[in-house]
């Protein structure tokens, strides 16, 4: 069976739903096709549900600039669909005396990034703004909130099929021909077939993938991937904290951090564990490492509340020990393809990220005046 249509988006995660609504409101006929049997079920469901401020990335990478220009968008999205969040604050903290200038860094790469309302604190500020937390400085984010990741996801696919988009799942994609016209979409299924102009392969944790099962794609634009697996242990009973806290940055990662959900219950992590194959098993003989890990900012806790939550995949463009590479929108200057858009490496803050990365992908595929 044949259908057509204007645009095929793979992937139905937060980034792929924000991408299909992007194009659908551009006035646009689209398709969202999904592998799985619901939306969001992998890096877009497991992740920390952080509105990040655009502190950590470098000036002038696309991180820096999708993370400040995604963080108003996603508030102001929130504010006008009713979707649960809450400006709740962030605390970066240090520990020892040699990471406070860590933490100045950190200021002055947020400033260059557009983030200005930053303010350092004393040992002795953190301890009235957070009892239980032991450091000797920190630096207060105002702006850095947490999100019903969910909710979200429901209000993309909601204006998505709104604006006359469709989102299939159980549509895992086998194979893509680029032709004269555009592109012809092969499914799983036997015989199906989507022809359309435009392609956006969201696929996340499988977007390399994907790349590599079109036919003709210059295998040289194919970045390497690293999957990077996360735990996250729950603190049973009553949070001690009222934002998230974050130790200095390091290993892959922003540390074993703290964060709140809307319930206020706390959650610790997540940690690094590189893979070669998608899996979400949980290791609880990792508890020992989450222990002296939160201790170190958090001297009090009873182990004994700390039990296991869950894990998530990042997909990452930078392996062990390389520096943190950026996200990639890869269009037809790159790839020489039009019509083309990979979304490869997009870890957070893509959450964060999410509408000003749809924008961009509506910018390069529609032109400027439908962003």
């Given at each position: 069976?044949?259908?057509?249509?204007?645009?095929?988006?793979?992937?139905?995660?937060?980034?792929?739903?924000?991408?299909?609504?992007?194009?659908?409101m551009?006035?646009?006929?689209?398709?969202?096709?999904?592998?799985?049997?619901?939306?969001?079920?992998?890096t877009?469901?497991?992740?920390?549900?952080?509105?990040?401020a655009?502190i950590?990335?470098?000036?002038?990478?696309?991180?820096?600039?999708?993370c400040?220009?995604?963080?108003?968008?996603?508030?102001?999205?929130?504010?006008?669909?009713?979707i649960?969040?809450?400006?709740?604050?962030?605390l970066?903290?240090?520990?020892?005396?040699?990471?406070?200038?860590?933490?100045d860094?950190?200021?002055?790469?947020?400033?260059?990034?557009?983030?200005?309302?930053?303010?350092?604190?004393?040992a002795?500020?953190?301890?009235?703004?957070?009892?239980?937390v032991?450091?000797v400085?920190?630096?207060?984010s105002?702006?850095?909130?947490?999100?019903?990741?969910?909710?979200?996801?429901q209000?993309?696919?909601a204006?998505?099929?709104?604006?006359?988009?469709?989102?299939?799942?159980?549509?895992?994609?086998?194979?893509?021909?680029?032709?004269?016209?555009?592109?012809?979409?092969?499914?799983?299924e036997?015989g199906?077939?989507?022809?359309?102009?435009?392609?956006?392969?969201?696929?996340g944790?499988?977007?390399?993938?994907?790349?590599?099962?079109?036919?003709?794609?210059?295998?040289?634009?194919?970045?390497?991937?690293?999957?990077a697996?996360?735990?996250?242990f729950?603190l049973?009973?009553?949070?001690?904290?009222?934002?998230?806290?974050?130790?200095v940055?390091?290993?892959?990662?922003?540390?074993?951090?703290?964060?709140?959900?809307?319930?206020?219950?706390?959650?610790?992590?997540?940690?690094v564990?590189?893979?070669?194959?998608?899996?979400?098993?949980?290791?609880?003989?990792?508890?020992?490492?989450f222990?002296?890990?939160?201790?170190?900012y958090?001297?009090?806790?009873?182990?004994?509340?700390?039990v296991?939550g869950?894990?998530?995949?990042r997909p990452?463009?930078?392996?062990?020990?390389?520096p943190?590479?950026?996200?990639?929108i890869?269009?037809?200057?790159t790839?020489?393809?039009p019509?083309?858009v990979?979304?490869?490496?997009?870890e957070?803050?893509?959450?964060?990220?999410s509408?000003?990365?749809?924008?961009?992908?509506a910018e390069?595929?529609?032109?400027?005046a439908?962003?």
């Open positions: 069976m044949d259908q057509a249509l204007d645009c095929v988006v793979i992937g139905a995660g937060v980034i792929g739903l924000a991408a299909a609504r992007a194009l659908a551009g006035g646009r006929q689209v398709i969202v096709l999904e592998a799985e049997a619901a939306v969001a079920t992998h877009s469901s497991r992740n920390s549900e952080v509105i990040h655009g950590y990335y470098p000036q002038g990478s696309l991180k820096a600039s999708a400040v220009a995604g963080k108003r968008a996603l508030y102001a999205y929130c504010e006008e669909k009713g649960p969040h809450r400006r709740i604050g962030k970066v903290v240090a520990t020892e005396d040699s990471e406070l200038g860590i933490l860094s950190y200021v002055a790469r947020a400033r260059a990034n557009g983030v200005t309302d930053l303010v350092p604190v004393t002795a500020e953190v301890r009235e703004m957070e009892p239980a032991r450091a400085g920190g630096v207060l105002p702006s850095t909130g947490i999100i019903d990741s969910h909710a979200y996801v209000a993309l696919q204006d998505t099929e709104a604006n006359g988009g469709t989102v299939v799942c159980r549509s895992r994609v086998s194979s893509v021909e680029a032709h004269g016209d555009g592109f012809r979409v092969h499914l799983d036997d199906y077939t989507v022809d359309c102009r435009i392609v956006v392969n969201a696929a944790l499988w977007a390399t993938d994907v790349a590599a099962r079109i036919a003709g794609f210059p295998i040289e634009s194919i970045p390497r991937l690293h999957l697996k996360g735990h996250y729950t049973q009973g009553k949070s001690p904290f009222n934002r998230l806290v974050y130790p940055a390091g290993g892959g990662g922003l540390g074993t951090h703290v964060t709140l959900d809307l319930a206020g219950q706390a959650k610790f992590g997540p940690d564990e590189w893979l070669n194959s998608v899996d979400y098993s949980f290791d609880q003989s990792r508890k020992p490492a222990v002296d890990a939160i201790r170190r958090y001297p009090d806790l009873d182990a004994s509340r700390l296991p869950y894990t998530g995949i990452k463009l930078s392996g062990p020990g390389e943190a590479a950026d996200f990639t890869q269009g037809a200057g790839h020489g393809i019509g083309l990979n979304l490869f490496g997009i957070s803050p893509g959450l964060t990220a509408l000003e990365i749809a924008r961009r992908v390069e595929l529609l032109g400027p439908s962003a």
